[in-house]
């Protein structure tokens, strides 16, 4: 999520969130905001699973991993797609 936040921000509730990822800006694009988010929700409640169901964690480094390779993964599977090329050279001027 840093990678797609121009200033430090912290989402300290759901409204916030979405007010970011409706929000228009010229250098990030929606359709990538919503893989992003996607992304960290999904590890991040699997994360929360493991730890309460296996009694498993992993590292918040594994995890942030984990987010970034799936986002990686979605983007690459996509850049064929009309509109899509440019998402993953965003992805990656942000690193």
């Known amino acids: 999520m840093s990678r797609l936040l121009s200033q430090t921000c912290l989402f300290a509730d759901w409204g916030t969130l979405i007010s970011w ?3 228009r800006s ?3 694009s929606t359709t990538l905001k919503r893989i992003a988010i996607q992304a960290t929700i999904y590890f991040l409640w699997r994360e929360r699973n493991n730890r309460l169901h296996n009694s498993i964690s992993a590292s918040s480094h ?3 991993s984990q987010i970034d390779r ?3 993964d979605t ?3 996509r850049r064929h797609l009309k509109g899509c090329s440019r998402l993953l ?3 990656f001027t942000r690193a």
């Open 75 to 77: 983007l690459l599977a």
């Open 21 to 23: 990822l409706s929000s």
């Open 62 to 64: 594994l995890v942030f």
């Open 89 to 91: 050279s965003q992805w």
């Open 26 to 28: 010229p250098d990030v």
């Open 70 to 72: 799936s986002i990686k």
